[in-house]
């Protein structure tokens, strides 16, 4: 009898190992931390010429085939520099999910950067992104192009005047040494629903306050591209539409192409 208990500990106690305790953890031993940070370190460190070309794409959610396939598709692509994940990286917020779409973009031949999406914030989903990819707002400049990605999930805080950070924003669009141009990134667009309608004006107003060459979202899993000001705000479809959008700048000037797969 004492040789069953002992057998029973044993396995018990192995098994912690393997468990996942809750589908709402932050984290268990092999998650991995500060992937936006590390990614971009990468892609800084990696030889450049003078024509930025990336991906734009988002909402993975779910579409783990597509996005196998999206990897597939974009590692024979000549010359990108870096894919962004516009959001909505997860469907419900949880360490699982976005454990696998990492899985699936850490295929990738060039770093990806993720940004937050409204289905990355419910349950504990905030405390799972801000640990593997980092702060929601966040900034970083290649070739002279200062990338301004942030949080535009304004329903996640019913609309309290928040979200997006506009006096962050502002402050990072400000002119910096070292910088020519300016892209914002984000998931929600500001002509969404979702979007917190009374900061609408003040945002496209501050987007357009610098020398932008775009805005970039993904959210509303179709494509779409407004101008404001002759600034493009661009809405790349979702993963599961297999259909993203090819960006380049080259001297100043921002041309794209919408890719389907």
Same mark, same amino acid.
């Given at each position: 009898m004492k040789t069953i208990i002992y057998l029973f500990l044993l396995l018990s106690l192995c $098994?912690? +190992?393997?468990?996942?305790?809750? !589908?709402?953890?932050?984290? %268990?031993?092999?998650?991995p931390r500060d992937l936006n940070k590390k990614n971009i370190a990468r892609l800084l460190s990696a030889p450049a010429d003078d024509t930025i070309r990336? /991906?734009?794409? *988002? %909402? $993975?959610q779910r579409a783990y085939k597509n996005a196998e396939d999206f990897v597939q598709v974009v590692n024979k692509i000549a010359g990108i520099d870096f894919v962004f994940l516009a959001g909505d990286i997860s469907d419900f917020g949880l360490l699982g999910e976005m454990e696998w779409v990492d899985e699936i973009f850490s295929k990738l031949k060039t !770093?990806?950067? *993720?940004?937050v999406g409204n289905h990355d914030l /419910?349950?504990? *989903? +905030?405390?799972?992104?801000?640990r593997m990819y980092g702060p929601k707002d966040f900034g970083f400049t290649y070739q002279g192009v200062k990338f301004v990605c942030h949080n535009t999930n304004s329903r996640e805080t019913n609309f309290d005047g928040n979200v997006p950070n506009i006096s962050w924003l502002k402050n990072e669009l400000l !002119? $910096?040494? *070292?910088? +020519?141009?300016?892209?914002?990134?984000?998931h929600v667009p500001p002509f969404s629903g979702d979007f917190d309608q009374n900061l609408q004006r003040e945002y496209v107003k501050t987007v357009n306050s610098c020398s932008a060459l775009a805005a970039l979202y993904a959210h509303n899993h179709k494509e779409e591209i407004r101008y404001e000001n002759n600034i493009p705000f661009m809405v790349t479809n979702a993963i599961i539409k297999r259909q993203f959008l090819l960006v380049e700048i080259v001297n100043g000037k921002l041309n794209y192409e919408s890719v389907e797969y």
């Open positions: $098994s912690c +190992e393997l468990m996942e305790y809750s !589908p709402n953890q932050v984290f %268990d031993k092999n998650t990336f /991906v734009l794409t *988002g %909402d $993975s !770093p990806y950067i *993720g940004v /419910v349950a504990n *989903g +905030e405390k799972v992104y801000t !002119p $910096s040494e *070292g910088v +020519e141009a300016y892209v914002t990134v984000a």
